[in-house]
């Protein structure tokens, strides 16, 4: 009867655990990444010719 008792302790403990870690908060690193502007083409081309001559 403890062994039951004390695996389904362990089980919800788990359970706790994954249900903590799917709802926290993100990282503020992945946030700031996103927020960079991305170069347009015609600036990448441009950039492009410029650095070949």
């Known amino acids: 009867m403890t062994a039951v008792l004390r695996n ?3 089980a ?3 359970i706790a ?3 903590a870690a799917a ?3 993100p990282a ?3 946030a700031d990444s ?4 991305a170069m347009s083409d015609s ?3 441009d950039a492009a010719a410029s650095a070949s001559m």
């Open 17 to 19: 655990a994954l249900s």
């Open 12 to 14: 919800g403990a788990a």
């Open 28 to 30: 503020a690193s992945t």
């Open 43 to 45: 600036s990448a081309m």
């Open 8 to 10: 389904l302790l362990v």
């Open 34 to 37: 996103s927020s960079a502007p």
């Open 23 to 25: 709802c926290s908060k």
